[in-house]
């Protein structure tokens, strides 16, 4: 059965593998966030109802340029610091202001990230919402985006720091579906619900 | 003699009810709302009595001015103002010696409660605003700001819960209002613990108790902050849970193929020992070699 706990609950008092947001004190398992774990499963943790973008190793995410500097560029990734991002893998003329998608080449163990593998996006929009709902917009094997791709007709490029960024079709009802998703994230059966809703109010 | 007659009130009187119709160990209606605030990471508003605090958190960011980062640990910067408007006579809104005091106070409180190591050379800011106030308004906003910082998302070991016990009269009484507060021997005892572990993380005494008071009143405490705590994780659960979700929950519990629960502790020591045997072989291999 799936429970909502909040900082300081009981995830289990039985002997388990423990994963994310989970502590042990006197053999217990309590959760550190407000968020939602599985008391049958075979691990105690909790996946997060809230919370903010850390970055890891291989992350695709979009930024903004916010300064340049001699050999580089720094990155608004959304993240706790601006990120660094160095000439040498930039090919397309890049100035304060522009909108990249980058890789997080390494992170270190203050958790500021450099970023490389530039794409300077061209048009289109971008929306955002809490990077921590992120694995719910792309669902299981990527079957939460197919279905916003096929409701929508938008070229969509998501990035793990919660900013998604969409060309052509109807971008507009792409971001009120966004919307539903980032509020219902906690809710199961979430993909057909959505399914329905875009079929539902496309023209 | 008239006048004397007026100043002397009868703090709890001989059924037990205080001054505003309250039992000694009630403390005054309290109303948590969690996420009041869009731009904020995550707020809390609470009424208590008639204080009314409201709370915004902001954070982990990047520690502002850099020379007070700590590689080690984020910082916890816990801002406590009255408004202006927040007293009977207008407040100076200049932070004076009781606001940066009470913002000491509360941040060194929470700084314990929250996993700080995880996020070094950052700073999590708390920021309390007291809209209205009538005694105890540092626990109201201690017990807001916690609850904004798990609204937040940000991974903390327990909530903190607060309350402020005290005696009128020879009586120990929990949630002094200001009248209580102001009675002759009057003694005001903030109190804030993560009842988990019943670790006090901010307790500060205006007056007296002697032993017995003390240990008195600390266990009254211990019992209203049990119940303020069922209200913090209230607000928190309230704006997920749902009818759709309860039922959805108990779906997947029947979906699922049912499995013995003492399937796992039988399967997890049995772990345990195969690794001890493996380690002790893989020592004596060294030895050998």
Known sequence: ?203 | MATEKEEKKVYVNKKGLRLDGRKIDETRPIKITAGVLKNAKGSCYLEWGQNKVLVSVQGPREALPKHTANPLKALLKFTYRMAAFSVPDRKNPKPGRRDIEISKVCGEALEKSVFLEKYPNSQIEVWAQILDSNAGSRAAALTAASVALADAGIPMKDLVTSVAVGRADGKIIVDLNKDEEDAPDAVDMPIALMSNSKEIVLLQMDGLFSKKEFDEAFEVAVKSIEGIKKLQIKALKEKYESKEFEQASKLSEKALPKQPSNLLEKDLPKQKVDQKTGQKKEEKKAEVQ
């Open chain 1, 1 to 203: 059965m799936k429970k909502i706990v909040v900082p300081g609950e009981i995830v289990t008092e039985q002997r388990k593998r423990t994963g994310e947001h989970v502590y042990l004190q006197n053999g217990k398992i309590y959760s550190d966030v407000i968020g939602i774990t599985d008391t049958e499963s075979m691990n105690a943790s909790v996946v997060a109802l809230k919370g903010f973008y850390i970055p890891k190793e291989n992350d695709i995410v979009i930024g903004l340029i916010a300064q340049e500097l001699f050999s580089g560029f720094l990155v608004d990734i959304g993240s706790l610091y601006l990120s660094f991002l160095s000439k040498d893998s930039v090919r397309e003329p890049l100035k304060r202001g522009s909108i990249v998608s980058v890789k997080v080449i390494k992170v270190n163990e203050l958790n500021e990230a450099d970023v490389g593998d530039t794409r300077v996006f061209y048009g289109g929009e971008i929306f955002s919402i809490c990077s921590i709902k992120i694995p719910r917009v792309i669902g299981k094997n990527a079957s939460m985006l197919d279905a916003l791709k096929r409701g929508t007709n938008c070229n969509i490029i998501i990035g793990r720091n919660g900013r998604i960024w969409a060309k052509g079709g109807d971008t507009e009802l792409l971001f009120r579906a966004l919307k539903k998703i980032e509020k219902e994230a906690h809710m199961p059966n979430l993909t057909n619900k959505i399914g329905e809703f875009l079929a539902k109010e496309r023209k």
